[in-house]
T-cell receptor, first 111, second 112 residues
Framework: KNEVEQSPQNLTAQEGEFITINCSYS?????LHWLQQHPGGGIVSLFM???GKKKHGRLIATINIQEKHSSLHITASHPRDSAVYIC?????????????FGTGTRLTIIP | NAGVTQTPKFHILKIGQSMTLQCTQD?????MYWYRQDPGMGLKLIYY???????DKGEVPNGYNVSRSTTEDFPLRLELAAPSQTSVYFC???????????FGNGTRLTVT
């Protein structure tokens, strides 16, 4: 079982819809990253957060440390938001913290 | 700032050949990582480094070697290339493990 689970795996929505992507993790963490990867493209870091909420343009990321859960929201979605979204967190493994990746959510926004 | 720079962007390697993928960052980051991403799959950690002179294995280290002689550079060496190493390789860096991640643009490697 992956220590970092994302849902849904795939999401297709109409342009303008409000999008939510979820990330759950099984152990205590110090921070969580949200990444975006466009088809055939590079990887961009969207957010790094350890508590509360962060907003950047139409993107909002929240984290609930007690519930071990984070969400990425996209308001007024646009076809250019189509990408794979990945949550990443350092998971402690015998004293070493290694970045553990979620399985990714493939988002497709239809015009 | 150039950020994280990977070279080459593309390469075709014959089975049994060796090559080095270069990664350099100009942000004075301590942590550096090498990942591979197979088609339609997620990122898998090959090796990582928490500072100059310190490296450690990730999930899929077999067939690869790394070194970290300077803070800036973290080259990935493929010895005796195999078709299973056909993948896109990403290098990343961060100040510490819980600070923002910066990725290179990737190296697309084909082994035939």
């Amino acid at each position: 079982k992956n220590e970092v689970e994302q849902s849904p795996q795939n999401l297709t929505a109409q342009e303008g819809e409000f999008i939510t992507i979820n990330c759950s993790y099984s152990v205590g963490i110090s921070a969580l990253h949200w990444l975006q990867q466009h088809p055939g493209g590079g990887i961009v870091s969207l957010f790094m957060l350890s508590s509360g909420k962060k907003k950047h343009g139409r993107l909002i990321a929240t984290i609930n440390i007690q519930e071990k859960h984070s969400s990425l929201h996209i308001t007024a979605s646009h076809p250019r938001d189509s990408a794979v979204y990945i949550c990443v967190t350092p998971i402690s493994n015998f004293g070493n913290e290694k970045l553990t990746f979620g399985t990714g959510t493939r988002l497709t926004i239809i015009p | 700032n150039a950020g994280v720079t990977q070279t080459p962007k593309f390469h075709i390697l014959k089975i049994g050949q060796s090559m080095t993928l270069q990664c350099t960052q100009d942000m004075n980051h301590n942590y550096m990582y090498w990942y591979r991403q197979d088609p339609g799959m997620g990122l898998k950690l090959i090796y990582y480094s928490v500072g100059a002179g310190i490296t450690d294995k990730g999930e899929v280290p077999n067939g690869y070697n790394v070194s970290r002689s300077t803070t800036e550079d973290f080259p990935l060496r493929l010895e005796l290339a195999a078709p299973s190493q056909t993948s896109v390789y990403f290098c990343a860096s961060s100040w510490v493990h819980n600070s923002p991640l910066h990725f290179g643009n990737g190296t697309r490697l084909t082994v035939t």
